[in-house]
């Protein structure tokens, strides 16, 4: 059983800057597949990035693509996820996730779930 922890939301201007955190309590945490997801009222859940267990491999959503870098901290059992240049439409609850697959892109592919950090972005 892994439990996901995350912080770091919040309410932000557009334009501005979030880092979002996920703590994990595996002591196999660098073995798992990371990824965030976000999921905005009256949408689907909605794939933002992953990361694999070495980093070496990274995926973003198209709609972060340029703005939002995933990394992780294995010796400190985090992922994070540092969001730049954000906009309105980055208003969501992200959730960070873990999975034994790798990749894993689709939500049904993760494992566990933390309970999600609510991310505001004000025009």
């Known amino acids: 059983q892994v439990q996901l922890v995350e912080s770091g939301g919040g309410l932000v201007q557009a334009g501005g800057s979030l880092r979002l955190s996920c703590a994990a309590s595996?002591?196999?945490?660098?073995?798992?597949?990371m990824g965030w997801f976000r999921q905005a009222p009256g949408k689907e859940r909605e794939f933002v990035g992953g990361?694999?267990?070495?980093?070496?491999?990274?995926k973003y959503g198209d709609s972060v693509e340029g703005r939002f870098t995933i990394s992780r901290d294995n010796a400190k059992n985090t992922v994070y996820l540092q969001m730049n240049s954000l906009k309105p439409e980055d208003t969501a609850v992200y959730y960070c996730?873990?999975?034994?697959?790798?990749?894993?892109?689709?939500?049904?592919?993760?494992?566990?779930w933390g309970q999600g950090t609510q991310v505001t972005v004000s025009s």
């Open positions: 595996a002591r196999t945490f660098s073995t798992y597949f």
């Open positions: 990361i694999s267990w070495s980093g070496g491999m990274r």
């Open positions: 996730a873990a999975s034994h697959r790798s990749p894993s892109y689709f939500y049904w592919e993760y494992d566990y």
